[in-house]
């Protein structure tokens, strides 16, 4: 999986060509959270330094392959301004046979950068066509991929673009893919992962794979009740995916075969409605009331995977442990949080709602790495192949 980074290349003068991932919250026109843009600036400045002259390249959103004000990338560029302390041209108009963007970039001198506009506003983008990935590489000399949350896709600015120009990893995306395939290859034991999230549909490849790699598998969230229902137990009106519960029996004898010890909670949090002011209790995990949800893991389930994630080694954590964003069910997440936090060994964070939790409880300087692909890290972890990975030069 070596691939050759920006730093075995000589960029001085070169146009380059960055696929980054600024998609980012916005609220009236202001960047909200800008962890994303922030992941991309070692590799921006270091081109910056090396004299290269850079051009951007994001989605943002969902647009449907046309212009779409609301996500046009415009305070993205604002925002990268200020980070850089330095002004970022922004290229508002079209890429496809419009002269001003070749003008835009042949006016760069060393250092110099100028963004984009959102590249789902190109419907050529999503179904990688082939002459809109020509267009893309007609802009400039090099191609540098940095933006792993989007490695999973198999794009124009991801992928299509990369078998063009001679294609390179961004220092992001190079950090992403040596943490997690060395978690993955070379874990320092005892190795705990933690699942939780609301599907079990959503992380099934994940579970597979960890239970062959991992010492422990602590299971909470939504997700936990398909497989207490595949032990057979009442789960009320708790989250349940009936298609799920025979593939989460067959994962638990799968965890024995492979001498991984999968924990599921002994105790919840129940509610009589998906509502922060809801009526709630802790029952064990065998006695759900049947007119109840579960909608946390409880506290002697919580003290439970604290012990097993203190004493680990390695840690891999995806998938919040309850329904953190209402105050009476936070408990079991800030509880694992806390605990992932004081642990000793390396902790790797993945998933969007994860790292929210993370946030919330003000923890996200504690942990060893926060993947910034939710989607990509899940991918990596199964072992599927990464297009936008794939297609970038052999080390
Ligand atoms: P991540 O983004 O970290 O991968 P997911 O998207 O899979 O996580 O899941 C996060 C969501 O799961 C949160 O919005 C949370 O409220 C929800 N969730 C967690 N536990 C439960 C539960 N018991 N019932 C319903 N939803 C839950
Ligand atoms: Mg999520």
New binding site residues.
């Given amino acids: 999986m070596k691939k050759l980074s920006i730093q075995d290349v000589d960029v001085a003068g070169k146009r380059v060509l960055v696929r980054v991932d600024f998609n980012v919250p916005l609220a009236n026109g202001v960047v909200g959270d800008d962890t994303r843009i922030q992941a991309a600036l070692p590799t921006i400045e270091n081109l910056r330094d090396r004299g290269a002259r850079i051009v951007l390249l994001s989605h943002l959103g969902r647009p449907d392959g046309m212009f779409d004000e609301a996500n046009s990338l415009d305070p993205v560029v604002a925002r990268l301004s200020e980070l850089l302390d330095q002004t970022v041209a922004f290229h508002s108009g079209q890429i496809i046979d419009d002269p001003s963007v070749s003008a835009a970039i042949n006016d760069l001198t060393n250092g110099d950068i100028v963004m984009l506009e959102n590249i789902r506003f190109y419907a050529g983008e999503k179904s990688n066509d082939e002459v809109f990935a020509r267009t893309l590489a007609g802009l400039a000399d090099l191609y540098v991929n940095d933006a792993f949350g989007a490695a999973h896709r198999a794009h124009a600015s991801t992928e299509g673009v990369a078998h063009i120009l001679p294609a390179y990893a961004g220092l992001l995306l190079a950090g992403e893919i040596d943490t997690l395939s060395s978690m993955l290859l070379a874990p320092k034991k005892p190795f705990v992962a933690i699942l939780?999230?609301?599907?079990v549909s959503?992380?099934f490849g994940v579970i597979d794979k960890l239970i062959e790699i991992v010492d422990t598998l602590l299971i909470?969230?939504?997700?936990?009740?398909t497989f207490l229902a595949a032990q057979g137990y009442n789960i009320g009106k708790?989250?349940v995916e009936p298609d799920w519960i025979e593939p989460a029996s067959k994962m638990i004898a799968k965890a024995e075969e492979f001498g991984c010890t999968l924990m599921l909670p002994s105790d919840?949090v129940v509610a009589d409605a998906?509502a922060a002011d809801a009526v709630n209790k802790v029952v064990p995990a065998s006695e759900i009331p049947s007119e109840m949800?579960?909608?946390?893991?409880g506290p002697d389930s919580a003290a439970e995977y604290a012990k097993a994630i203190i004493g680990a080694e390695t840690i891999f954590w995806?998938?919040?442990?309850?329904?953190?964003?209402?105050k009476a069910?936070e408990n079991?997440?800030r509880i694992v949080a806390e605990a992932v936090a004081a642990a000793q060994g390396v902790s790797v964070?993945?998933?969007?709602?994860?790292?929210?939790?993370l946030k919330q409880f003000g923890l996200q300087d504690h942990v060893t790495f926060i993947s910034t692909g939710?989607g990509a890290s899940?991918k990596l972890v199964e072992g599927a192949k990464l297009p936008g990975l794939e297609a970038l030069l052999d080390a």
Avoid: H, Q, W
């Avoid at 949800?293 to 893991?297: F, N, Q, S, Y």
């Fill in positions: 939780g999230g609301s599907k959503d992380k909470g969230g939504g997700m936990a009740f708790s989250l919840i998906f949800m579960g909608l946390d893991i995806n998938g919040p442990m309850g329904v953190f964003e209402m069910f079991g997440t964070i993945g998933g969007g709602d994860s790292v929210a939790a939710g899940m």
